[in-house]
């Protein structure tokens, strides 16, 4: 197996796109849960090879994006200290906050890196004893469990210049948010690949049982997702809703039992506010009592002033799948990649930067 | 203790003096250089092609290559996309006071087996040695000429629709490789940087057909970004195919892990040449025959609506853009 190749296979993908279209009658909406996911399906144009029937939402699975401008604030304001060093995944830097992004702040002085994973930031505070570093603990259950690690591994070794900014969210809890609002009539969804390897099928059922609505855990492939596609149609056409696995190279239906341990030892879940959704119960992480000294918030005193929401910016309605890119007035003009208004623009998973690069809808 | 380049190798003295005879004099043999004037004076008759280029890639070495051996391919094959027959190079090193000597002498002698290979020579040069600090490690500055051959008119504004689009190898290496290397990236391949001299091939391409209307080497930005510079020069849109392009396997994976598009990752060896579709054919054999075009293909054509635009038919048989590179290549966090 390479793994990459065999899942872009035309020859296959034909295959599938007429057994959708052959078996597809009833009218649905399918939600790709997963920035990851609607990267993929425009980048493949996998809506321009589904049937009529079939209609498809991008939901808040894009971490950055769903970040509160409130949180950004706080990172921003911490950069501000001094001897503080800021420790960042890449996708953070551009986002821009209620009067500053971190690219911005950077520029002027502050003390901003890229990291590609969190023992990176732990290494800078071994490095830099004098001074204290904060990583930007940002992502859903799949960063998490490397973050506890961190975390974990800064109490074993006794580095007390190490701190979290917790801002991490879940997605199960989110879910069921959107689906109690009604806003969004959905019929199947396509549930994230890389959460549900940590978290496993299980926490979906709830969507099937209680919403009648069918689920699918998909892989990043276009063949993953059109697997999952005609797995979701089979569902509808049947009358049924259940979980199931078209990732089961990636997922087991319990998920990864170390990672989650990791998970609950250091974390536990608290109320957060999601751009766009507001405050979701049970929703966000926050550092167990036992490691609130690594708490960046705890530990510094910080004052980001209110948040404020760019002026018609439309990722909140984007994010809940109630929008599209293409209702927004700002889409292509005022909001492009290079001059991001909001974060949907900015993140590489985010649906107005995946509809902006890869042409939404475009024919040609 | 092992020879370490210090301030005083670029003060013009005695070290500086040491330096040019024993390391660079030595390597680069010819009589242009060993004059040690001022400039270079060499007789040149033709239609000059003139170029400069300045080189910062870090890490210094890299699977496949080095920062030396890159100059000189560099500069060879931005000569040779306007069809020149790339001659004479200068080489500046502006070096971080501390890089051992050793390592110094290595990438001297790979700027000379790189010139070498493409029958270039090095026949002036300069050195300057910065603080601790104020450089990473070494840059190298270039400069080049060559002569084109009458006859030829390459230019990124001369792609006519109809026209065929070829590319001369698989995309991606050299930004892979060298992200391989990078600090707090490390990941083990045993890709290799595609860094080669690409004026032996653009030299039988034209002997195959002389109508060769663009030549691009897509480096930075990648293949994305230079197809999208020959749309908007020509005024012309350029439609490709995924399946065409050649990718290795070792990139796709990369690229996933990475959450790039090889579309948008460096090449140090690779060309793209916009031809006239009855020439197609012809100048892709003699791409195949050269070393460096192997696995050269078709990939796409050259249309007239939408000017400026860049579109891809997908593996699923759909459509969508294909834009240029925005800002930097960032990795993924989920």
Redesign the interface.
């Known amino acids: 197996m390479k793994f990459v190749s065999e899942f872009r296979r035309s020859e296959l993908a034909e295959g599938l796109i007429s057994q959708i279209h052959r078996k597809s009658r009833t009218p649905a909406r399918f939600m790709e849960f997963c920035g990851g996911h609607t990267v993929t399906i425009f980048r493949y144009g996998i809506r321009q090879v589904l049937p009529r029937t079939l209609d498809m939402v991008s939901g808040p699975g894009c971490p950055i994006c769903v970040t509160a401008n409130a949180d950004l604030d706080k990172a921003i304001a911490l950069s501000q200290i001094p001897e503080v060093i800021i420790a960042t995944f890449g996708d953070m830097l551009k986002v821009p906050g209620s009067r500053s992004s971190l690219q911005e702040v950077k520029a002027d002085g502050a003390d901003v890196h890229t990291v590609y994973s969190t023992m990176d930031a732990l290494r800078m505070a071994e490095e830099n004893p004098t001074k204290s570093v904060v990583f930007l603990g940002i992502g859903f259950e799949t960063t998490a469990p490397t973050i506890a690690a961190s975390i974990l591994q800064a109490e074993e070794k006794g580095i007390g210049n190490y701190y979290v900014l917790s801002m991490h969210k879940l997605c199960p809890p989110v879910l069921r948010a959107i689906l109690d609002s009604g806003e969004v009539k959905l019929h199947g969804l396509i549930c994230p690949g890389h959460v549900s390897a940590i978290i496993g099928s299980y926490p979906w059922e709830f969507i099937a049982r209680d919403y009648g609505i069918p689920c699918v855990v998909s892989g990043f492939e276009p063949l993953d997702i059109l697997q999952c596609v005609d797995m979701l149609v089979d569902q509808i056409e049947n009358g049924e809703s259940r979980v199931e696995i078209a990732y089961r190279r990636g997922v087991h239906p319990e998920g990864n039992q170390q990672a989650l341990k990791l998970m609950e030892q250091v974390f536990e879940p608290c109320p957060t506010q999601w751009r766009g959704i507001g405050e979701v119960p049970d929703s966000g992480l926050k550092l167990r009592k036992k490691y609130q000294h690594f708490d960046a918030e705890l530990a510094f005193d910080i004052d980001p002033g209110p948040a404020y929401e760019p002026v018609g910016c439309i990722c909140g309605d984007i994010l809940r799948g109630v929008k599209t890119p293409a209702d927004c007035q700002l889409f292509g003009k005022a909001c492009t990649p290079e001059h991001p208004v909001g974060p949907c623009m900015v993140s590489s998973e985010g649906s107005c930067s995946a509809y902006y690069l890869y042409g939404g809808g475009f024919e040609g | 203790m092992k020879d370490k380049i210090l301030l005083a190798h670029g003060s013009g003295g005695k070290l500086a003096h040491e330096l040019v005879e024993k390391s660079f004099v030595k390597a680069f043999s010819n009589p242009f250089l060993a004059k040690l004037d001022d400039s270079a004076v060499i007789d040149i008759s033709g239609r000059l092609a003139f170029t400069t280029d300045s080189y910062v890639v870090s890490p210094i070495f890299f699977p496949g290559g080095d920062i030396g051996k890159l100059a000189v391919f560099g500069t060879v094959n931005d000569l040779a996309m306007s069809g020149a027959h790339p001659l004479y190079l200068s080489l500046s090193f502006i070096i971080e006071e501390g890089l051992p000597l050793d390592e110094l002498n290595q990438i001297v002698n790979s700027v000379q087996k790189a010139a070498q290979e493409a029958g270039v020579e090095i026949v002036t040069g300069d050195t300057k040695v910065v603080n601790r600090g104020s450089a990473d490690r070494l840059f190298i500055n270039t400069a080049g000429v060559g002569i084109i051959p009458d006859g030829v008119d390459i230019s990124g504004s001369n792609a006519r629709p109809g026209d065929k689009v070829l590319l001369s190898g698989t995309i991606g290496d050299h930004g892979i490789a060298v992200l391989s290397q990078r600090e ?2 490390r990941f083990s391949t045993k890709l290799e940087s595609d860094c080669a001299p690409l004026n032996s091939l653009v030299a039988e391409m034209l002997n195959a057909s002389p109508n060769i209307h663009c030549l691009r080497d897509p480096t930075r930005g990648g293949l994305a970004t230079s197809l999208n510079e020959l749309a908007k020069q020509s005024k012309v849109s350029i ?1 490709i195919e995924e ?1 065409k392009i050649p990718v290795r ?1 070792e990139v ?2 990369a690229c ?1 892990m990475l ?1 790039f ?1 090889p579309l948008y990752v460096a090449n140090e060896g690779k060309l793209v040449a916009i031809v006239p579709p009855e020439d197609a054919d012809k100048v892709l054999g003699a791409m195949r025959g050269s070393h460096y075009g192997k696995s050269a293909a078709i990939i796409g054509e050259v249309r007239a609506e ?1 000017p400026g ?1 860049v ?1 891809m038919k ?8 294909v ?1 240029m590179l ?3 290549l ?5």
């Open positions: 707090g990236l439609r399946e396997e796709l994976a996933e959450g598009d939408h635009r579109a997908t593996c699923l048989g759909a459509s969508r853009i834009d925005v800002g930097d960032l990795p993924r966090i989920c």
